[in-house]
């Protein structure tokens, strides 16, 4: 049996943590930034995790994470 490819855009977007959640950013933090609130911002800033629902899909593009 070969290998299973990474999907490099998954990888660059996702890391699995030790407990196998998935770790994501939050969006809206690459331009415009001047008309976000401070407090909006600070919260982006925070780290999210994955939906139940996209779990799945998610560790099938990354199968060796």
């Not at 939906?51 to 593009?61: E, I, M, P």
């Amino acid at each position: 049996m070969p290998k299973i490819k990474t999907h490099s855009g998954a990888s660059k977007r996702f890391k699995v943590t030790k407990t196998g959640k998935i770790k994501r950013a939050h969006v809206g933090r690459r331009h415009i930034l001047n008309k976000k609130s401070t407090k909006r911002l600070r919260h982006l800033r925070k780290e999210g995790f994955a939906d139940s629902t996209n779990v799945a899909q998610v560790k099938r593009l990354l199968p060796y994470k």
